[in-house]
């Protein structure tokens, strides 16, 4: 779905498959950038209106990116007997 | 070893006492044992363990704990790629199964990482809170 049928719903529901004029759409098109631009405007217009020095502090703990979410549960599986002799075989490093 | 026994059996049983007696004489070398100063740092929750499979710090570390857990760190990383190899797996998977059992097997007090990230103290009687897929580490194939 393209944004101009996103953002008229009605419409678009309303259109069949192929009978939406395309300046019909083109014009639809502009409408909806036109209220994006002039909402960001708005947006940029109201947090210098606030006064509008944003501070960007780190926070106090650190970030953590949890990278295992890839990992398939049957790797663990199969991997389960190996990881169990190789704590068994290296206790000095486990 | 060429001392004579009237028995087989008796002079393999003293063949294996000597290569256990040698084993035993090599075990810091060979990392058989912990270090010590491995050991205090982990039962005072200086250094726990990681979901990834590794060393962490719970809190800011020390110069000597932090030289404690590269050590382990590298030495566990090692024995990761290495049997990642044979297994024919990723490094991080070996090392998350692994972390699944280090952190089941670890000790009331010391400290692991939980799934969200956090570190938590592991008491007594209690299940470590572990990701589930974990479940599979704990179930020996065969």
Redesign the interface.
Known sequence: MNSFELTYRALAAKTGPMQGSSVHIAAGKRRSQRRRVTAAMMAMGSALAIGGCVSVSAPDKPIVIELNINIKQDVVYRLAGDVAKTIDDNPGAF | MTVQFPRKSGRIALQSAAVFALAALAV?A??????PAYEAARAAGQVGEL??GYLGFPSSPTAEVRRVADA?NI??RK?YTQ?AL??H?TV???A???A???IL?TAPGEKY?A?D?TWHTRTAGEAPSR?P??I???????
Do not use: M
Request: proline share 8%; net charge neutral; charged share 30%.
């Open positions: 810091p060979l990392g058989q044992a912990r270090d979901v990834d382990v030495t566990r024995i049997r044979t297994q797996s991080e998977e070996y998350f199964t692994t699944c059992r280090l097997k990482q799934p990230g990701d897929k974990c599979a580490a704990d179930a020996l194939p065969g």
